[in-house]
């Protein structure tokens, strides 16, 4: 069972918080972390991209010259793809990029993350965060005294203050315990769960 230390808003240890080892014990799965990674990107990606087929492109309804007797080659409208101004052939058109992963290896991906920060010593646990209000500078001074670098904190619930104080702080994120991804777990320098959320994450993803 791996033990972390719980530190205070100073970055001084204050004590252990011994982890499941179903959840943050096991030997991490690194193809189905790369696949979970993938899907997330990819369900990020808009696909909006789209070009204009000749039958789109504006004009090009009169024959250029006729179909016979001037040597040249016959053309039926100057907006087809081999003419300047003409529409593309084979171009991109909107569609999804996502794709769907199985829940059990989705799962597995979340729980190798989670074992891997243990691992590389990238997970650290505050035990408590007091705000009394919004304040993005008691944020930014409880990370600096942390050395946390870019930053993942998991709350327990979603917690509007800490979002809130964290979301202008440069290369941190906030996120509830109950909607943790792969990708935000690996990207980020220091996983820094607060006090309740390795509780809930093993409740949840048990």
Same mark, same amino acid.
């Given at each position: ?5 719980? &530190? ?31 899907? &997330? ?66 799962? %597995?991906?979340?729980?190798? @993350? ?30 600096a005294a942390l050395e946390t670098g870019k930053t993942l904190i998991v709350t327990p619930e979603a917690d509007k203050k800490v979002y809130l104080s964290a979301r202008n702080i440069k290369g941190v994120k906030v996120a509830p315990a109950d909607s943790l991804n792969t990708y935000d777990v690996l990207n980020?320098?220091?996983? %820094? ?5 390795? @509780?809930?994450?093993?409740?949840? &993803?048990?």
């Amino acid at each position: 069972m791996p033990n972390v230390n719980v &530190y205070d808003t100073a970055g001084e240890v204050v004590g252990e918080l011994a982890l499941s080892d179903a959840i943050f014990g096991i030997e991490p799965h690194v193809p189905s972390m790369h696949l979970a990674v993938r899907q &997330y990107l990819a369900n990020r990606r808009l696909g909006t991209q789209s070009t204009l087929t000749r039958g789109e492109v504006r004009g090009g309804g009169k024959k250029p010259w006729r179909q016979k007797g001037s040597g040249r080659a016959r053309q039926g409208s100057t907006r087809s793809p081999q003419w300047t101004h003409g529409g593309v052939a084979l171009g991109p058109k909107p569609r999804k990029y996502g794709f769907s992963v199985n829940k059990k290896v989705r799962r %597995l991906a979340l729980k190798s @993350a989670l074992s891997s920060k243990v691992r590389d010593d990238e997970l650290k646990v505050l035990g408590e965060l007091p705000l009394e209000e919004i304040k993005t500078r008691e944020v930014a001074k409880v990370l600096a005294a942390l050395e946390t670098g870019k930053t993942l904190i998991v709350t327990p619930e979603a917690d509007k203050k800490v979002y809130l104080s964290a979301r202008n702080i440069k290369g941190v994120k906030v996120a509830p315990a109950d909607s943790l991804n792969t990708y935000d777990v690996l990207n980020c320098d220091t996983l %820094l769960l607060l006090q309740g959320a390795a @509780a809930k994450i093993e409740e949840v &993803y048990a």
